[in-house]
Structures are given as structure tokens and as C-alpha cells.
């Protein structure tokens, strides 16, 4: 099944938002969870290998999935041959 382009174009702006906002919320919990650890709550670091782990993983997969949906249009043919210079 193939999708058109305004689809692809589509999903790729979503998943690239997903990426982003997944890149964000996993620096913000990295950053929010070791606040209580320098607060000197030693009891309450939670261990946040795994979290890292996974929202690295997640941002990646959206975005390798949004640079897979997306394709640019063809390059228009030139009428006069100065205009391939661009």
C-alpha cells in the first residue's frame, strides 16, 4: 500500500514532533529526578539508567521513522541553463 505524499508529509511532521517532545520529556525526567539525590535525599534516587535507556531509544524510533516517511519533491526540470547553478 502506498500513501500519498500529503499523508507521508503528514506523519512525518508528527513523528517528528514525537521525537522532540520524547527527547524533551526525557531530558526534563533525567534532570527532575536528580534533584532529590543532590537535595541530599540518597533514599529517594531512583535508578535512571533505563529511563535514559528507553527515551533515547524512543526518540531515535520516532525519528528515524519521520526521516523514512518523509520524501522531498523532485527537483523541477530548468528551462534555461543558468538556472542550474542554484
Do not use: N
Amino acid at each position: 500500500m502506498s500513501l500519498s505524499r500529503s499523508v507521508r508529509r503528514v506523519l512525518s511532521a508528527i513523528c517528528w514532533t514525537l521525537a522532540v517532545v520524547a527527547g524533551v520529556l526525557t531530558g526534563a525526567a533525567v534532570a527532575g529526578g536528580g534533584a532529590t539525590c543532590q537535595a541530599g535525599q540518597r533514599t529517594h534516587c531512583p535508578p535512571q539508567t533505563l529511563l535514559l535507556i528507553i527515551g533515547v531509544v524512543v526518540t531515535l524510533a520516532f525519528g528515524v521513522a519521520g526521516a523514512v516517511l518523509y520524501k522531498p519533491s523532485d527537483k523541477r526540470e530548468s528551462r534555461f541553463p543558468w538556472e542550474d547553478a542554484r
